[in-house]
C-alpha cells in the first residue's frame, strides 16, 4: 500500500507541473497506406425523438451525411395509439415509406417498441401521463395477457417484414429504470420476454436488444440503485422459449443509453464492464455493444444544457466516436434529429437536436457531416494528445482526409470517470456512496485530495487510487488546456499530397449560434409573417387533399375544445379518423412552412461548412494549424 501511496503522490506532482507547464504541439501521424474498411459507429446514428419526423429533416440528413443506425420509436404511433389490432396493423404499414428511404440511402431503421395499447395494459384505467410526458401510464406497463401482447407484435413485425423485404432490429424498452417504466424490473423482464416471443414468431432473422437503461448502471429507480443490467442478462440467460426452440432469451445486443460522460475514458470503461457482464451471464463477449441514445448534458439534470448548441459538442461527437471505436461499441444513436423541448419563436435553447425547433442547422449536425466526408474507407492515425481525436480515411485515390476534434471533458463528466474507474476497481456503490460526498470526488478527480483521506476499508482505498492513477491526469490536462488554442503537426506517410484544405467548425465558423441575435430576430420576423397566412394555407391544402367542409368544421370543433381527446372519443368513428387525418395533414403542412423558414437561414453564407480562402501547401508531407479548444477541424490533404 505505501508503494501505491508513493506513486500516487508522484503521478499527482507529475500531474501539477504538466498543468503549470506550456502545451506542445499535438502531433498526428497518418500512415495512408493503412487502411481498412470504416466501422459502422463512424456511420453517424440518429435518435429521431419524433416517431415520424418531419419528413423535410430526415431527408436532409439522409443526403447530408452517410446514415448509419436511425432509430425509431413504434411504442406510440403503432402499439399505444392503436384502436385495435388491425389498425395496429395499418399504422405499421403507414410507416413504411419512411423506413424504405431510410434505407435507399444506405441507413439501418432499428424499431423500439416501448409501450403497449390500454386495451392490453394490466392498468388499462390508469389514463393520467407519466410526470413529464403525455405517455399514458398504462401504456408502459405489464400486459394483461403476455400471449395477447406477443400475438400483436407478431401481427406488427409479419408486416414490417412483409413491406420492407427485410429484417430491422428491434430494441426493446426505454429507460425501464426511470419512470418510462411504470411496472416492476420483473415485470419489464417479461415484457421483453413477451415481445422477443412476438418479433421472433413473425421473424426468425430479425435482431432483438435491450434493455436501454438511461444509464450503464442504472438500476430501477435510477442513479444510486444496484444496476439492472447483469440481472437482465441473467434472467434472459434462465429464460427459455421452447415453442421457438430457443434455450434462452436472444440479446442480439446489448444496449443502454449514455449522457454527460467524458468522450476519452467513459466510453472504454462502459464497454469493458458491459463485457464482464456478458461474459458472466453466459453471452459471448462479442456480443455487439450498442449505445441506443447518447450525447454530452454538462447541466444534468436540467433538459437543457447550453453546449447543445455551440461548438463544444460537434468537439464532443468527434471524440466520442474515435473513442467508441477504440472500444469496440459496434453503433450508437445520437439524440435528437429535431430538439425535444420548444420555446415558441426561440431558437438555442440549449436542447438535444442536431436541428433547432425551426430547422437551423447547428454545429453537431456538421460534425456528422464531417465525419461522413472521410468516405468508407479508414486509414490509421494516431494523436499524441487524448485530449485531440482524430479519424482519418480515403475519400478516393486521391485524398486522404482527417477530422480532428479538441474536447475538453467537463468536470462533472470527469468525476463520473472517477467513479465508473472506481467500480470496476472493485469498489461497491453503496460504499462509495457513504465514503464520498460531491466535494470528495470533485478533489479526488482532480487530485486536490488523496484517497489515503477517504473513511472505509483498504479495499476501497485501493480502489479509490487506481481510478486516480488514470483520471487525475486527465482531469489536470483538461483543466489547463481548456479554452486554449491548440497548435497541431500533422505528419503524413503513404500518400503523395500537394495541397491541403481546412474546413472548421468552432466559434467563427459552422456556427449558427455565434449569429442567435441575427437569427433570432430574423425567425421572430418570418414567423409573424407565416402565423398570418397559415389559416389560409391549411384550408386551401385540405381542399386539395379533397376533405369535405363538414370534416374541415369537426377538425375546426376538435382543435378549439379545452379537452380534445374527449371531443375527438364524442365522434362517430368515421368523423374520428377524418379528424387524426387532418391533424397530421395540418402537421405536415406547419412542418414544411418551418421548414423553408429554416433553409432560408441555412443558406446564410456565414453559417456554410466550407474551406478556409486559403489553400495551404504541405511541406515534406507536414502540415501545421491552429485550432480552437472543443472545436473540430476537417483536413482535406489532396493530390492534385
Not at 428511404?101 to 384505467?125: D, K, M, Q, Y
Not at 442513479?223 to 430457443?246: K, V
Not at 465514503?435 to 478533489?443: H, S, T, V
Not at 398570418?532 to 370543433?557: C, H, N, T, V
Amino acid at each position: 500500500m505505501k508503494r501505491l501511496r508513493s506513486g500516487l503522490a508522484a503521478l499527482m506532482l507529475l500531474a501539477g507541473l504538466v498543468a503549470s507547464g506550456p502545451i506542445a504541439a499535438v502531433q498526428i501521424e497518418v500512415d495512408a497506406q493503412r487502411s481498412s474498411p470504416m466501422p459502422a459507429v463512424m456511420r453517424p446514428g440518429i435518435f429521431t425523438f419524433k416517431p415520424e419526423p418531419p419528413a423535410e429533416a430526415l431527408q436532409d440528413w439522409l443526403d447530408q451525411v452517410r446514415p448509419g443506425v436511425v432509430e425509431v420509436d413504434i411504442g406510440g404511433p403503432v402499439f399505444q395509439q392503436a384502436s385495435d389490432a388491425a389498425d395496429a396493423v395499418r399504422r405499421a404499414r403507414a410507416l413504411l415509406p419512411m423506413l424504405r428511404r431510410i434505407r435507399a440511402a444506405g441507413g439501418a431503421p432499428v424499431l423500439a417498441i416501448t409501450r403497449l395499447p390500454l386495451w392490453l395494459s394490466s392498468r388499462p384505467n390508469a389514463t393520467d401521463a407519466v410526470a413529464g410526458d403525455v405517455v399514458p401510464k398504462g401504456s408502459v406497463v405489464a400486459p394483461r395477457d403476455g400471449g395477447a401482447w406477443s400475438d400483436l407484435v407478431t401481427a406488427v413485425v409479419a408486416e414490417l417484414k412483409q413491406g420492407l423485404g427485410g429484417s430491422p432490429d428491434y430494441k426493446i424498452g426505454w429507460e425501464p429504470d426511470q419512470s418510462a417504466w411504470q411496472g416492476s424490473e420483473a415485470d419489464f423482464f417479461n415484457f421483453y420476454r413477451d415481445t422477443v416471443r412476438g418479433v421472433r414468431r413473425a421473424d426468425a432473422q430479425a435482431r432483438v436488444g435491450g434493455p436501454s437503461v438511461s444509464a450503464l448502471y442504472n438500476g430501477k429507480g435510477g442513479e444510486g440503485a444496484p444496476p439492472m443490467i447483469p440481472r437482465f442478462l441473467r434472467y434472459c440467460a434462465d429464460t427459455p422459449l421452447p415453442d421457438l426452440g430457443l434455450k434462452r432469451l436472444p440479446v442480439d445486443f446489448l444496449i443502454w443509453h449514455q449522457f454527460g460522460t467524458d468522450a476519452v475514458l467513459a466510453w472504454d470503461l462502459a464497454a469493458r464492464q458491459a463485457r464482464a457482464w456478458l461474459r458472466d451471464a453466459g453471452y459471448p463477449e462479442r456480443t455487439e455493444l450498442f449505445i441506443g441514445e447518447w450525447s454530452s448534458w454538462s447541466a444534468w439534470p436540467q433538459p437543457q444544457s447550453p453546449e447543445h448548441d455551440q461548438p463544444a459538442l460537434a468537439a464532443y461527437i468527434v471524440a466520442s466516436l474515435a473513442a467508441m471505436d477504440t472500444a469496440g461499441i459496434g453503433r450508437a444513436a445520437f439524440t435528437s434529429l429535431t430538439e425535444q423541448r420548444e420555446v415558441e419563436g426561440q431558437p438555442f435553447i440549449g436542447s438535444f437536436g442536431v436541428y433547432t425547433n425551426q430547422f437551423v442547422r447547428k454545429p453537431a449536425f456538421w460534425a456528422f457531416n464531417a465525419v461522413s466526408r472521410l468516405g468508407g474507407a479508414r486509414v490509421a492515425a494516431r494523436s499524441s494528445d487524448p485530449l485531440v481525436a482524430v479519424i482519418a480515411g480515403r475519400p478516393s485515390a486521391g485524398e486522404v482526409a482527417l477530422v480532428v476534434a479538441a474536447s475538453s471533458p467537463q468536470p462533472k463528466a470527469l468525476q463520473r470517470s472517477f467513479v465508473a474507474k472506481a467500480l470496476a476497481a472493485g469498489a461497491g456503490f453503496d460504499e462509495l456512496r457513504r465514503a464520498l460526498d460531491g466535494r470528495q470526488l470533485e478533489r479526488l478527480t482532480f487530485g486536490e485530495a488523496s484517497p489515503d483521506e477517504v473513511r472505509g476499508n483498504e479495499a476501497l482505498r485501493q480502489a479509490l487510487g487506481k481510478a486516480a492513477a488514470e483520471v487525475v491526469p486527465l482531469a489536470r490536462r483538461s483543466a489547463a488546456q481548456r479554452g486554449r488554442s491548440h497548435s497541431v503537426v500533422i505528419e503524413l506517410s503513404g500518400f503523395d499530397g500537394s495541397s491541403a484544405e481546412l474546413w472548421r467548425i468552432d466559434s467563427r465558423h459552422a456556427n449558427a449560434f455565434s449569429l442567435r441575435e441575427r437569427i433570432t430576430g430574423h425567425l421572430q420576423q418570418r414567423l409573424a409573417q407565416e402565423k398570418q397566412s397559415l389559416p389560409q394555407g391549411l384550408l386551401r391544402r385540405f381542399e386539395e387533399r379533397g376533405y369535405r367542409g363538414d370534416q374541415i368544421e369537426a377538425f375546426k370543433q376538435v382543435m378549439n375544445s379545452r379537452d380534445r381527446e374527449r371531443a375527438l372519443a364524442g365522434r362517430a368513428p368515421q368523423d374520428r379518423t377524418a379528424v387524426r387525418a387532418l391533424a397530421d395533414e395540418s402537421q405536415a403542412f406547419i412542418s414544411e412552412r418551418l421548414w423553408a423558414v429554416g433553409q432560408e437561414i441555412n443558406a446564410w453564407p456565414e453559417l456554410g461548412f466550407k474551406a478556409d480562402e486559403r489553400a495551404l501547401r504541405l511541406r515534406d508531407r507536414r502540415l501545421e494549424f491552429e485550432m480552437e479548444d472543443d472545436s473540430v477541424v476537417l483536413v482535406r490533404i489532396m493530390n492534385r
